[in-house]
């Protein structure tokens, strides 16, 4: 199944539209799930990641903006796509407020669909990556003592050898290393690496006991 497109979660009420929208996106080689109501995702949901979720607006029971904002409530910030033939204004704009990709008017041509769903599911990839990424290092971060901790956080920075152990009254020659097994339990070949694996990462400085 990993050779697929990504999955895309369908909602509709129209029997008619989920087939014809199953059928379309099974062609272009998406893994999709097709549901009738709001309802019947909310209590059996199954994502496969990358997801995205193409939904419509008006259904009986929750709406789909309702379903976006209890989705995310869950903690699936979904990207979405809606379709709609009779939305109120404030409803589209509540949409888009909260992350929609896009909002598509009946009658729309497959295309335009096909359009805003890979857009959808392009965010949705981006999205996993970032994700994957930053379970990676932290997974790698647990593996520093609070002493490479502390040096991983002034390296990130900066700071040499020498103002390192300024700072926290250690060796210059310990701090080296400390620097050394950081390079090496984080997988990273050069400091510019190490910065750019840590960017978006707050590495506190651990606080010493009193001696």
Known sequence: MNNTLGHVIVVDDDPSVRQSVHTLLKREGYR????????ALLQ??????????????RMPGISGVDLQAQLKALGHDLPMV?????????????????????????PFTAQ?????????????TERLAQANKANHVSELLKRLTPRELEVCHWMVRG????????????ASATIKLH???VMDKMDASTL????????????????????
Do not use: C
């Not at 999709?32 to 309802?39: F, G, H, I, L, R």
């Not at 700071?159 to 250690?170: K, P, V």
């Open 112 to 124: 335009a669909m096909l359009d805003a769903l890979q857009r959808a599911m392009h965010m949705a």
């Open 82 to 106: 809606f379709v709609s033939g009779e939305s109120r204004q404030e409803e589209i704009i509540a949409a888009m407020k909260n992350g929609a990709i896009d909002f598509l008017l009946k």
């Open 44 to 57: 059996n949901m199954e994502f496969h990641p990358p997801t995205v979720l193409l939904t419509d607006m």
């Open 159 to 170: 700071y040499s050898n020498q103002q390192i152990a300024a700072i926290d009254g250690g």
């Open 32 to 39: 999709v799930s097709v549901y009738d109501s709001a309802d």
């Open 179 to 181: 620097r050394a097994r």
């Open 192 to 211: 510019p690496e190490l910065i750019d694996m840590l960017v978006d990462v707050d590495i506190p400085v651990p606080q010493r006991q009193a001696s």
